[in-house]
């Protein structure tokens, strides 16, 4: 069974400045999805960013990037220029590659999340 | 708004009382799933429908019931549940084929307390 471990409870940055979220994850699967999910009071999980397993590239969405490291089984996300709306759990999350593509759902394992907190 | 509708948005119930959680999604998925977001612990995924079959039950009790009449609707039935069953409950869908890399959508939740 897969699992995922954020180690950091809670975290909390000036805004603007630049915050990096932990994420390490526990598989014997060698083709799978990594993602990280933010979670606003308003309790919607809204897509960050996603790293497939087989792409050495690390994801980037604007002021979102990742460190994946495959070896290490290390996922980190990095928030630069952290903004107040940023404000919100973080949630790392690991889906192995669908066994049948052609019906394919999605089971995600997710860690126990990060609540960011942006200052002003 | 991602397309995915939970309702109602907050619910509180006896432990003898029987309720309905309905989620609908406009998204022209094929797979939906149940989640459970307890305090200080990991979602759990609880169920998995994909093309109305039910693939996945994560040994979830018998008091929790889910049904998927439609790719657009599932519904999760609760009864005689217990305290400790209060949580935020989570529906999600996704294609269910093609693109595995394209993501799930999540509803806003059904913050449950059970009395």
């Known amino acids: 069974a897969q699992t995922v471990t954020q180690s950091q409870p809670e975290m909390s940055v000036q805004e603007a400045e630049t915050v990096t979220l932990s994420c390490t994850y526990d598989?014997?699967?060698?083709?799978?999805?990594l993602f990280w999910y933010k979670q606003p009071p308003s309790r919607q999980m809204i897509l960050v960013i996603r790293?497939?397993?087989?792409?050495?590239q690390n994801a980037t969405e604007n002021r979102f990037s990742v460190n994946f490291q495959k070896a290490a089984k290390s996922f980190s996300l990095k928030i630069s220029d952290s903004q107040l709306g940023d404000t919100a759990m973080y949630f790392c999350a690991f889906m192995k590659h669908p066994t049948n593509i052609i019906q394919g759902a999605q089971k995600l394992v997710f860690g126990q999340g990060t609540r960011l907190t942006i200052n002003p | 708004e991602t397309g995915v509708t939970q309702t109602p948005r907050h619910l509180v119930m006896g432990m003898t009382n029987k309720k309905s959680l309905k989620c609908e999604q406009h998204l022209g998925h094929n797979a939906m799933y149940w989640y459970k977001q307890s305090a200080k612990k990991p979602l759990e995924l609880m169920f998995v429908?994909?093309?109305?079959?039910?693939?996945e039950n994560n040994s979830v009790p018998s008091r929790f019931s889910p049904e998927c009449p439609n790719s657009s609707h599932l519904f999760l039935h609760l009864h005689t549940l217990q305290p400790e069953d209060s949580a935020l409950y989570l529906c999600a869908s996704s294609p269910g084929q093609g693109d595995p890399v394209t993501e799930a959508f999540f509803g806003q939740g059904t913050r449950l307390t059970v009395v």
């Open positions: 790293q497939e397993a087989y792409k050495q």
């Open positions: 598989t014997s699967e060698n083709n799978y999805y």
């Open positions: 429908y994909n093309f109305k079959e039910q693939t």
